[in-house]
């Protein structure tokens, strides 16, 4: 089952894709904004994983560290939004403290379109 839709899918070539390469077993930290139906931030939420696998079914996906540590996160097919992150110390929304993630994901979560 395919959980993201690709906006441009020649962009990522599942094995070959540099940023791929780079990131597979690499601690990333993700930021995931709640925007609501006016554009304004509700909420945002701050974890961290390692890039296990990436695919065009289920996107990149991390096993989460942490609080949330043992569970799987997906994120979409989107490259250009994993950056290079400086070393450093981060505290996780839940608390924990990751040390020098490889890469900073951030994604806006919209509502639900009616």
């Known amino acids: ?7 441009q899918p020649d962009l990522f ?3 070959d894709h540099p940023m791929l390469r780079a990131a597979r077993n690499t ?3 993700v930021r995931l904004n709640r925007i609501g139906p006016d554009d304004d931030l509700l909420s ?3 974890m961290a994983g390692v890039l ?12 989460l560290v942490g609080g949330k540590s043992g569970q799987e996160l997906a994120l979409p097919l989107v490259p250009a939004a994993f950056n290079l992150q400086p070393p450093g110390q981060y505290r996780l929304s839940c608390g924990t403290v990751v040390e020098d993630p490889g890469f900073l994901a951030a994604f806006d979560i919209y509502p639900p379109m009616s």
């Open 44 to 46: 945002y939420e701050i």
């Open 13 to 15: 070539a599942e094995r």
């Open 52 to 63: 296990i696998r990436a695919n065009r079914d289920e996107g990149f996906v991390l096993s």
């Open 27 to 29: 601690l990333i930290l």
């Open 1 to 7: 089952m395919k959980l993201w839709n690709e906006l």
